[in-house]
């Protein structure tokens, strides 16, 4: 009876270290894969800073004043820039815009 309930507790005591394991990987897996993606707004490659100018030309950007705040869906879908996320896409128009006014010579806003 003790060497069964011995085997039977290793048996137990080995399947939790192996789900304990199991747990750590994917834990750093699913890490690795958050900073993949965090990665990958930050930066932009050439075609979607290109979309993003052709659609910001042609179709300017929709503001809700109700909500006072950027309405991307429209945009996003126009320009294909469907993999970036709202506050991307903001922190990128900030930018441009204070890039278009520094060259325009105009002061700067805190924005």
């Not at 990665?39 to 490659?45: A, L, P, V």
């Amino acid at each position: 009876y003790q060497r069964e309930f011995k085997k039977e507790e290793a048996r137990a005591m080995a399947k939790e270290k192996r789900n304990e394991r199991r747990e750590r990987i994917e834990q750093v897996i699913r890490e690795r894969e958050k900073q993949k993606n965090e990665q990958q707004q930050r930066k932009w490659t050439r075609r979607e800073e290109q979309n993003f100018l052709r659609t910001i030309l042609a179709f300017g950007i929709e503001y809700s004043p109700k909500d006072s705040r950027f309405v991307w869906d429209r945009f996003r879908a126009l320009g294909r820039l469907e993999s970036k996320f709202d506050e991307t896409l903001i922190e990128y128009y900030l930018a441009f815009m204070a890039m278009c006014k520094r060259v325009a010579g105009m002061e700067l806003s805190e924005e």
